[in-house]
């Protein structure tokens, strides 16, 4: 007659206790680093518009031509240094040198999302993305004033899709600030 093993069946228990909370921990912190790289991409992306767009104030030429640039210019450095977060879900904000420190305000141009500053005029552009930037009136293009680019994106994590029933996380908002004064 065969002797019953007394451990039968541990295995499975083991696994269920064990297996499974570490299976969910190693998706939350897949999870928090794609975050986090999507937060330091953002911030890197503004970060490189922003000195983009200081190299280029009045006093900035190459041989007979000025170098000013565009509103759209400014956006498409952004977008493209922004590898990995979707343009329909990426704002801008091109803040001037009207206050000090430079904040939000009436002459700042928005570009929500950054696509609306990305387009061509065919459809739903913005009427600001040929401006130059940054504006000329009241000094704010002059050697020295202090410009600002600010972004936010929210960012849908592959961790999202696993929760189920009544919890609902629509993804992650991540926010870049950078001021800088322009240099000539």
Not at 19 to 47: C, Y
Not at 98 to 121: E, H
Not at 126 to 152: C, E, F, K, M, Y
Not at 174 to 184: D, E, L
Request: glycine content about 8%; overall charge positive; some cysteine.
């Amino acid at each position: 007659m065969r002797k019953r093993n007394p451990e039968s069946g541990n295995h499975t228990l083991e696994f269920t206790l064990v297996g499974l909370p570490l299976t969910f921990l190693l998706f939350s912190i897949a999870n928090m680093s794609l975050s986090m790289l999507t937060l330091h991409t953002l911030q890197e992306a503004v970060e490189q518009g922003t000195r983009y767009m200081v190299t280029r104030g009045t006093n900035c030429t190459s041989g007979t031509n000025s170098c000013s640039v565009t509103v759209q210019q400014i956006a498409s450095v952004v977008a493209t240094q922004a590898v990995g977060i979707p343009p329909s879900q990426l704002n801008l904000t091109l803040i001037p040198n009207s206050d000090n420190p430079p904040t939000v305000g009436a002459s700042s141009v928005l570009c929500k999302p950054i696509s609306v500053c990305l387009a061509s005029c065919s459809s739903g552009c913005s009427g600001s993305r040929t401006t130059v930037w940054p504006p000329s009136a009241n000094s704010n293009n002059a050697t020295g004033a202090t410009v600002a680019l600010q972004a936010d994106a929210t960012v849908t994590g592959p961790m999202f899709m696993f929760w189920q029933g009544s919890v609902r996380i629509n993804g992650a908002r991540f926010g870049a600030y950078s001021q800088q004064k322009i240099a000539f």
